[in-house]
């Protein structure tokens, strides 16, 4: 069997043009999970998250979420309001539930 605790990750996405670096999360990008702060989110399109898990072995996967975003999303906490962790528990697939707090991205005449 495969130890997930021999994993490596590293969490990216693209905004402008520029890629996530631990300035714009909580956790950093190499944990198993990432949380991403506010300032970091996108204002409108969307939100491109990806996940690089690399086992000893050399074997490795990528996954990807894509989040819409129809305005600037509204975060009332400062300490991160997007959250991606890692279910090790479906290895060899491994799955990345996204949770969200206090996040929302309101639709054109909503409010």
């Known amino acids: 069997g495969v130890d997930p605790s021999s994993a490596t990750?590293?969490?990216?996405?693209?905004?402008?043009?520029?890629?996530?670096d631990d300035?714009?999360?909580?956790?950093g990008t190499t944990s198993d999970s990432v949380i991403i702060k506010p300032e970091a989110?996108?204002?409108s399109g969307s939100i491109?998250?990806?996940?690089n898990v690399t086992f000893p072995s050399g074997s490795s996967g990528l996954g990807i979420i894509q989040v819409p975003l129809?305005?600037?999303?509204?975060?009332?906490t400062d300490e991160g309001c997007l959250q991606l962790s890692s279910n090790v528990s479906s290895?060899?697939?491994?799955?990345?539930?996204?949770?969200?707090?206090?996040?929302?991205s309101p639709e054109d005449g909503e409010t």
């Not at 129809?70 to 009332?76: D, E, G, L, Q």
């Not at 290895?91 to 929302?104: E, G, K, R």
């Open 41 to 43: 989110i996108p204002r």
């Open 70 to 76: 129809h305005r600037a999303p509204v975060c009332s």
């Open 48 to 51: 491109s998250i990806e996940c």
């Open 91 to 104: 290895l060899p697939y491994v799955t990345f539930p996204a949770t969200t707090n206090d996040f929302s």
């Open 9 to 20: 990750y590293k969490w990216n996405f693209e905004e402008d043009g520029r890629e996530l």
């Open 23 to 27: 300035n714009d999360t909580v956790s």
